[in-house]
C-alpha cells in the first residue's frame, strides 16, 4: 500500500542504460499523476494528482514521527515531499488509501468501477493459468501466442484470443508461466522437457529490496504513548466510524518514511527507513518478536539498489509445483556494506536528541549471533544485516524489459515478449531495476502505460 514512486533518474536508467525507450523519468511522472487523486493538499498541485482513480493519502500525525523528522533533520536531511522526484528526504507514509481510510488499490481503482457494466471485461474468480497456447501462422518462422489453458472449479478450459494476451503475474510467476509454456533459456526448459519456443533469459536478473529489522525504540514517556493497540476500540471506531486515525495507516503503524545516502558520491539514494509503531502487547509480527517492556517503534532499514541478482526457475513441468526461487541476498558484498551502514545510522538516529526529546531511547538488544562484536561498530551491523533479515516482498525484473538487440532483456520498450507475437508482459517483472520506493505505484503505472501501448497498438487512439 505505500505510495513512492522513486526517483526521476531511476526511470531515465531503464530508458538510457537499457533501452526501454518512452520509459524515462517525465513519462512516468506523467502517469503517476494521471492516475492519482492525493489528499494530501500540502502537496503541490503540478507535482500530484487530484483526479485520478487511485485515492492517495497521508499517515497521520504523531509526535514520534515529529521526533522522527526531528532527528533526520539533525543529520542533515530536511522534512519534504518524496514523490516529486527527487526522494531523498523524509516525509509522513503515503499509502494507497483513501479518505474514508479504506484501501484503494489496481482492483478497486480500475476494475471494480466497470464490474458488470462492461460488456468486453469478464472476471473468472479462482481461474489458474497452466499454459500459453502458442500456434505456427502462414510464416513458418513466426510463433504466435493464440489462447491459454487454465484450470477452474476442477476443470480444465481453453479460451483464445482475437488480439494478444497481456501477461501480469508478477516477477516470481510471470516467468513461470513463460517457462512452462515454452519461453525462457534454452538449456533449462530441455532439462525440463519442455519445447523451445523462444529462447530468452526468462527468470535471471531476480531483484528483492531486503531490510534489516530489530532496530527499535523505547517510548520512556508515557504521555507521548500514541502507538494503538490492536484492541484499542476508540482508534478502532475511529476508523470504522471517521475514517481518521492510526488505523488508516498500513497495518496501522506506519507512519513515517525517510531515504539516505549512505554513499555521499551516490546521485539517489541507497536506504530507506521506515517508521513502523509496535506495542507491548501486540502478538508477534511479521518484523519482530515483542517480548513485553515498554510499548516501542521499530526502524525498518530498507537496502533500495541492491547489486546481487537472484532467478527463479522450475522444478519440473508440472504447472501446479511451485518454482525455485534463488533469491541470493548478500551475493555482493557491497550489499552487507550499504545495509549495515544503514542499520547503524538508524541507530544513531535512535540516540538522538529530538527522539529524547519526545521521550524515546534507542532499544538496543543485541542480536546473539554477533555478540563477540562491539554493538557501536561497523562491524557488528554486518553481522546483523546478514542474520536479522527480512524481505520487502517487492521482486522485480525477471522478465527484463530494454531494447530488442540486448541478450538480457526478455520484452521490448513495448512490453512485447522478444521472439513471439502477440504476447506482452505487464508488471513488475519488466522492471529493469528497481526504484528507489516501494513498487506498488510503479507498477500501477506500468499497467496504465501498457494500456495505453496497446490502445495505439490497435489504433483505438491517435
Sequence with gaps: MNYERGSLRDYDTWDKDYGARGWNGEEMFKYFRFDENNHDYELSDETHGRKGNLQV????????????????????????????????????????????????????????????????????????VTKIIFQKTSDPNVTTAHGVEFVMDGKHHKICTLKEIVLSAGAIESPRLLMLSGVGPKQHLEDMQIDVVSDLPVGQNLQNHVAVRGIDGAINATTFLEIPSVNDIKALMDWYKFGKGPFTSPYGTHLGVGFYKMNESDSTPDIEIMLQGLRDDAPPCTFQDNKGGPANFNLLTILMRPKSRGTVRLRNKDARVPPIIDLNYFDNADDIEILARGAKFSADLLNTEAFARVGVSYAATPIDACKDKDASSLNYWRCVVTVNTASMGHPVGTCRMGAKNRSDTVVDHKLRVKGVKGLRVADASVMPELNTGHTNAPAIAIGAKAGDLILKQHGLVS
Design 57 to 128: 493519502t497521508s499517515s497521520y500525525d504523531t509526535n514520534i514521527l515529529r521526533g522522527f523528522f526531528g532527528a533526520s533533520s539533525q543529520m542533515g536531511y530536511s522534512v519534504r515531499d518524496i514523490n516529486d522526484g527527487n526522494v531523498e528526504g523524509v516525509y509522513r507514509m503515503q499509502a494507497t488509501i483513501g479518505p474514508d481510510g479504506h484501501r484503494s488499490s489496481a482492483f478497486t481503482a480500475f476494475i471494480q468501477p466497470h464490474l458488470g457494466s462492461r460488456k468486453n471485461l469478464h472476471v473468472a474468480i479462482g481461474a489458474f
